[in-house]
């Protein structure tokens, strides 16, 4: 490796570890300042279990997330490495594929992503893994918005694996990662926030129930074995892993509005 590629990738690194870990914090600080500080005497009828967990937890939970980070920037600088090799479809010019499949790769990065994340959370899970790998992010069982990404390193590395996946099966615009990695972040803390957000009823629409809560998420984390999807409810429903009491239980939390009169 001759001294310039080094000090390319060097600072890859350092950037992107330093983007992530901003977004981190952009996301999960202002979820947590907002709904658990500046809200929660108005919303405290929306927590999911019957108290928010202490900040010895959540200190815990920022640890690995920052341990979570620097996994990140060092699959980043892979990334570099396998693009300057000529091994990935990472394009430059929008133009080069034109808006609609801009959009539409979006799109494909989302959906692959909440295949991707239902599979290997599910292999994580088996008994023979889950202690080397998944067992960190199970310690929030009442989990906080800095838990979106506490994580072993290995599970870390699965987690991000899904960037290079993409980039090598399918043309893809470093804006459009970008869009996706910032939709993956709010879907993530929303779903360890530990307060549900949406309207009665969400559920059972038939117009909204393919989307997962965080109800659903933090109901995995209470009860482990079921509620393994990501974004969206279809792979729970396909391979009946929803808890059998998921329906009730988002129910029961917004039979309430999520504001009441002061």
């Known amino acids: ?24 914090f952009l996301f999960a600080g202002i979820a947590y300042g907002v709904f658990w500080k500046k809200l929660r005497e108005r ?24 341990s979570t980070m620097v996994i990140f920037g060092l699959v980043g600088v892979g990334i570099f490495w396998a693009k300057s090799a000529g091994y990935t479809k990472i394009y430059k010019n929008i133009s080069d594929f034109g808006w609609p499949y801009f959009l539409f790769s979006i799109i494909a990065m989302i959906v692959i992503h909440d295949a991707y994340f239902y ?12 202690r080397y790998v998944h067992e960190v992010h199970h310690r929030s069982t009442n989990p906080s918005p800095w838990a ?28 459009a990662i970008f869009i996706f ?11 360890h926030l530990s307060i549900e957000l949406y309207p009665k009823g969400f559920v059972r ?16 984390h209470r009860y482990f074995q ?27 939390i917004t039979e309430k509005p999520l504001f009441l009169p002061k």
């Open 119 to 130: 599979l290997t959370h599910r292999l994580m899970h088996h008994r023979s893994i889950y």
């Open 181 to 191: 990695l910032l939709f993956m972040t709010f879907l993530n803390v929303l779903g």
């Open 148 to 175: 979106a990404f506490a994580f072993h390193p290995y599970e870390a590395v699965i987690e991000a694996g899904i960037v290079p996946l993409v980039v090598l099966i399918m043309p893809v615009h470093g804006l």
């Open 226 to 252: 079921c509620n393994y999807g990501l974004y969206f409810n279809w792979w729970d429903k396909l391979f009946k892993t929803n808890h059998n009491q998921y329906a009730k239980e988002f129910e029961r």
């Open 43 to 66: 919303i405290s009828h929306r927590i999911i279990q019957a108290k928010l967990p202490e900040f010895q937890k959540i200190r815990t939970e920022i640890k690995f997330s920052l």
């Open 1 to 24: 490796m001759d001294q310039d590629f080094f000090l390319k990738s060097l600072g890859i690194f350092l950037m992107g570890t330093t983007v992530v870990t901003l977004r981190y």
């Open 205 to 220: 629409n038939p117009l909204t129930n393919w989307n997962n809560t965080t109800t659903h998420h933090n109901m995995h």
